[in-house]
Protein backbone atom coordinates (compact mmCIF):
# COMPACT_ATOMS: atom_id res chain seq x y z
CA UNK A 1 0.00 0.00 0.00
CA UNK A 2 1.77 3.21 -0.95
CA UNK A 3 0.93 6.32 1.09
CA UNK A 4 2.39 9.83 1.34
CA UNK A 5 2.64 11.48 4.41
CA UNK A 6 2.38 15.00 5.17
CA UNK A 7 3.92 17.23 8.02
CA UNK A 8 4.89 20.78 8.40
CA UNK A 9 1.78 22.90 8.03
CA UNK A 10 0.76 25.22 11.17
CA UNK A 11 -0.35 29.18 11.81
CA UNK A 12 1.96 31.54 11.18
CA UNK A 13 1.88 35.57 10.47
CA UNK A 14 2.55 37.29 7.04
CA UNK A 15 5.89 37.42 5.88
CA UNK A 16 6.86 34.20 7.89
CA UNK A 17 8.40 30.60 6.72
CA UNK A 18 6.86 27.26 6.71
CA UNK A 19 8.44 24.01 5.16
CA UNK A 20 6.12 21.22 4.52
CA UNK A 21 7.52 18.03 3.89
CA UNK A 22 6.08 14.58 2.46
CA UNK A 23 7.10 11.52 2.59
CA UNK A 24 5.94 8.16 0.20
CA UNK A 25 6.17 4.95 2.20
CA UNK A 26 5.34 1.56 0.85
CA UNK A 27 6.57 -0.85 -1.88
CA UNK A 28 7.15 0.69 -5.20
CA UNK A 29 9.74 0.66 -8.20
CA UNK A 30 9.98 4.89 -8.94
CA UNK A 31 8.65 8.01 -8.27
CA UNK A 32 8.08 10.35 -11.11
CA UNK A 33 6.86 14.14 -10.50
CA UNK A 34 6.42 14.95 -6.95
CA UNK A 35 4.55 18.24 -5.96
CA UNK A 36 2.38 20.26 -4.47
CA UNK A 37 -1.33 21.68 -4.84
CA UNK A 38 -3.41 23.77 -2.13
CA UNK A 39 -7.42 24.45 -2.08
CA UNK A 40 -9.61 26.71 -0.03
CA UNK A 41 -13.20 26.17 0.81
CA UNK A 42 -15.35 26.81 -2.45
CA UNK A 43 -12.77 26.66 -4.78
CA UNK A 44 -11.05 24.08 -6.89
CA UNK A 45 -7.83 22.47 -6.42
CA UNK A 46 -4.52 24.42 -7.76
CA UNK A 47 -1.18 23.55 -8.96
CA UNK A 48 1.34 25.11 -6.36
CA UNK A 49 4.23 23.61 -7.62
CA UNK A 50 6.31 20.72 -9.10
CA UNK A 51 9.67 18.87 -9.50
CA UNK A 52 10.91 15.70 -11.60
CA UNK A 53 13.01 13.03 -10.24
CA UNK A 54 15.98 15.15 -11.78
CA UNK A 55 15.26 17.92 -9.61
CA UNK A 56 13.82 20.04 -12.30
CA UNK A 57 10.74 22.61 -10.52
CA UNK A 58 8.37 24.44 -11.90
CA UNK A 59 6.08 26.87 -9.53
CA UNK A 60 2.83 28.89 -10.15
CA UNK A 61 3.21 32.48 -10.29
CA UNK A 62 1.77 33.51 -7.06
CA UNK A 63 4.30 31.31 -5.22
CA UNK A 64 7.59 31.80 -7.66
CA UNK A 65 10.39 33.71 -5.74
CA UNK A 66 9.02 32.98 -2.23
CA UNK A 67 8.34 28.84 -2.58
CA UNK A 68 11.42 26.14 -3.07
CA UNK A 69 10.67 22.70 -3.63
CA UNK A 70 13.13 20.19 -3.59
CA UNK A 71 13.20 16.31 -3.09
CA UNK A 72 15.57 13.62 -1.56
CA UNK A 73 15.50 10.61 -3.71
CA UNK A 74 17.17 8.15 -1.52
CA UNK A 75 14.37 9.14 1.24
CA UNK A 76 11.55 9.46 -1.33
CA UNK A 77 10.69 13.21 -0.15
CA UNK A 78 9.90 16.14 -1.38
CA UNK A 79 9.65 19.65 0.71
CA UNK A 80 8.36 22.46 0.20
CA UNK A 81 10.09 25.70 1.93
CA UNK A 82 7.37 28.62 2.02
CA UNK A 83 9.14 32.45 2.76
CA UNK A 84 7.54 35.73 2.80
CA UNK A 85 4.02 33.59 3.38
CA UNK A 86 1.01 36.16 2.73
CA UNK A 87 -2.67 35.55 3.81
CA UNK A 88 -3.66 34.48 0.49
CA UNK A 89 -1.55 31.00 0.73
CA UNK A 90 -3.50 29.81 3.49
CA UNK A 91 -4.97 26.74 2.50
CA UNK A 92 -4.86 22.74 3.13
CA UNK A 93 -1.68 21.70 0.87
CA UNK A 94 -1.86 18.26 -0.37
CA UNK A 95 0.90 16.54 -1.76
CA UNK A 96 0.75 14.73 -4.98
CA UNK A 97 3.39 12.34 -6.45
CA UNK A 98 3.20 9.79 -9.97
CA UNK A 99 4.26 6.21 -8.17
CA UNK A 100 4.94 3.36 -10.33
CA UNK A 101 4.61 -0.28 -8.66
CA UNK A 102 5.46 -3.02 -10.07
CA UNK A 103 4.31 -4.85 -12.95
CA UNK A 104 2.10 -0.96 -13.64
CA UNK A 105 2.60 2.26 -14.80
CA UNK A 106 2.37 5.47 -13.15
CA UNK A 107 0.05 6.07 -10.66
CA UNK A 108 -1.18 9.35 -9.04
CA UNK A 109 -1.31 9.03 -5.14
CA UNK A 110 -2.20 12.15 -2.56
CA UNK A 111 -1.67 12.65 0.31
CA UNK A 112 -4.37 13.58 3.47
CA UNK A 113 -3.48 17.52 3.01
CA UNK A 114 -1.79 19.98 5.59
CA UNK A 115 -3.52 22.95 6.62
CA UNK A 116 -1.61 26.41 6.14
CA UNK A 117 -2.97 29.49 7.74
CA UNK A 118 -1.34 32.56 7.46
CA UNK A 119 -2.74 35.90 9.50
CA UNK A 120 -2.36 39.08 8.65
Known amino acids: QVQLVESGGGLVQAGGSLRLSCAAS????????MGWYRQVPGKQRELVAT???????NYVDSVSGRFTLSRDNAKNTVYLQMDSLKPEDTGLYYC??????????????WGQGTQVTVSS
Open 96 to 109: NAAIRQSGGGYATY
Open 26 to 33: GRFWSINV
Open 51 to 57: ITGGGTS
